[in-house]
């Protein structure tokens, strides 16, 4: 079933890159044979088949005229802040006289409205408000010739640049930036359905301290594969299943029974300024690794890096049908026996 959906999709994203590759008849212009400002595309992050996710910005590098407006299509969750370099995401702040974890204000809200002109300097779009809605984010790009870069900071280690390239020298068409980036995610997305698919095939072993499951993979560079593998686990009662994300995955997840979706922030109203957007159910920690579970109880890791683990131990059969909280889709069965 799985193999078969990995076919359609690929199909369809090739297709695709035919049809972009079939707009390709204007080629590079410089300004002064075309004076009216050009509009260029740049997806934000890209989604593939088997909940497969690039993390970048593509077309990475993209050149424009100044005047030309960048739209970014934001696929999932980014924000896009023109800045030297990520800063935190989560910072720790005041609420009620106690330090909780928070949603950094300098990430969560917009500095500059979509549309904008932008002429330079520290400026954020600000988080969806709706991360299920499509959305895009333009600014007209008012600088002086130059390299310009900008970040996710959701996703440290997603970074754009663009170059503002002097009237009386050529850019390459909005059709060619475009086909550079459809090129690059289709690479991306390549690289992490090959990884899908050798993970299904061969997910991690168990061994002697429990069952084992690999959240997400590694060694794909940008590109994240939001399953479990295996996707499903037998166990006997009193045994442990250990969850790890490889080191050099590039996403956090949850391991969460049963899913609690959508309330990864919790806001707190504050009169006159904006809400503290404390961290909800979706991703706070609500048990510690290690602990026994039964049939009546929930669990929830919170968010967990590469490079960490998370371990429960089941004391009682059932079918747990757990899942990430923060990625639709990804979900996992722990079949749980009765012990011997
Ligand atoms: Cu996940």
Known sequence: MFSRSVKVGLVGVLALSAFVGGLFSSRSV??????????????????????????????????????????????????????????DMVIMGEVNGQLVPQFNPAVAFPTIESGAVYSGGEANSGLPADPAAPKTFSLVMNMEPGTYSYVCDIHPGMVGLITV?????????????????????????????????????????????????????????????????????????????????????????????????????????????????????SILPMTESGTTVGADGSFSSGLFNPGQSFTLTFSEPGTYNYVCNIHPGMSGTIVVEPGA
């Open 30 to 87: 410089a300004r002064a044979q075309d004076m009216q400002p050009q509009s260029f595309f740049v997806q934000a992050g890209g989604l593939g088949p088997g909940n497969v996710e690039v993390l970048a910005f593509a077309p990475q590098s993209l050149q424009v005229h100044r005047g030309d407006t960048v739209t970014w299509a934001i696929n999932s969750f980014h924000n896009i802040r023109f800045a030297d370099g990520p800063t």
């Open 165 to 281: 390239v002097a009237d009386d020298q050529p850019v390459p068409a909005p059709a060619e930036a475009a086909v550079q980036g459809a090129t690059e995610l289709l690479g991306a997305i390549g690289a992490g359905t090959e990884a899908l698919l050798q993970l299904e095939a061969a997910p991690p072993a168990s061994t002697a301290d429990g069952a084992a499951v690999q959240a997400g993979n590694g060694g794909t560079g940008r590109t994240t594969v939001n399953q479990f593998f295996p996707f499903s686990t037998t166990i006997k009662a009193g045994e442990s299943v250990t969850w790890t994300i490889p080191a050099d995955s590039v996403e956090p997840h949850t391991v969460s029974w049963p899913a609690v979706r959508g309330q990864d922030v919790a806001p707190i109203l504050v009169e006159g300024g904006p809400p503290i957007l404390t961290m909800g159910p």
